[in-house]
């Protein structure tokens, strides 16, 4: 069995976007109700998210963007940074814990008190760019993370797999052409942010997929297109943006991924890096918005984590 952290904080229920956003509080209640129901909670080591520092954060952001994003967090009421993305008076101590969390992550799985960690945040992050917010993120916390294990751990290789529904846009916007990263993407095209089809760097191993592709279309992408990318890199930690929204039920876009291929998809990346990395994961909730079918995804992706 695989010790594994699950990484979370109080505020991050308390971000919220407004009524009828899916990007919604009730996310992570799903989640932890259905871990405590499976009784899986008991097997995992908790934590609580710790703040990210302005020096780590200053890793993947530019410092302006840092100190525009704190001056336009409200300290009552709402201030919409672009249609779909919001701030309340929580937000941005919600954002700097996970942006913490996966700091947190990366220290404690390189100290070996932990095999691999998921971080069960909000905001996700994998849509933040280096100087701008979007798609419902602030901080681009994978990047943060990826970046610490890197500059703090001297890390020479690591590897991001990302498998929402969306591109990553942020993480690619923050690591193309950087040669200590290797980015594996999966995610519907064309869809929002409508990236991602065309790569911006060598390092990013992007493959767009059809609304209606499924968990065959998943399993290519990794072995055909992945797997000889991964083997050859041979990251020294993998980490991975975990979207839950290419589930067939997540009405916010047209994969039709099931649980049974998030959990195939852990175990490929679990053994990828028990070949190079001494099994090191850290994993970051990005999107998942129909709520069963999120805490059952993350039920099997955490599953899997604790083998």
Partial sequence: MSKTAFITHPICHLHDMGDYHPECPARLQAIEEVLRSEGLDSKLIQYEAPLASNAQLSQAHSSAYIAALERAAPSRGTVHLDPDTSMNPHSWQAALRSAGAGVHAVDLVMAGEVDNAFCAVRPPGHHAEKSRAMGFCFFNNIAVAACHALEEHALRRVAIVDFDVHHGNGSEDIFADDERVLMCGCFQHPFYPYSGATATGENMCNVPLEAGSDGEDLRQAANDIWLHRLDDFAPQMFFISAGFDAHYADTIGGLRFTEEDYAWCTRF?????????????????????NLEALASSVIEHLQVLAE
Avoid: D, P, T
């Fill in 269 to 289: 990346i679990k053994q990828l890096a028990a070949k190079s990395a001494q099994g090191r994961i850290v994993s970051m909730l990005e999107g998942g918005y």
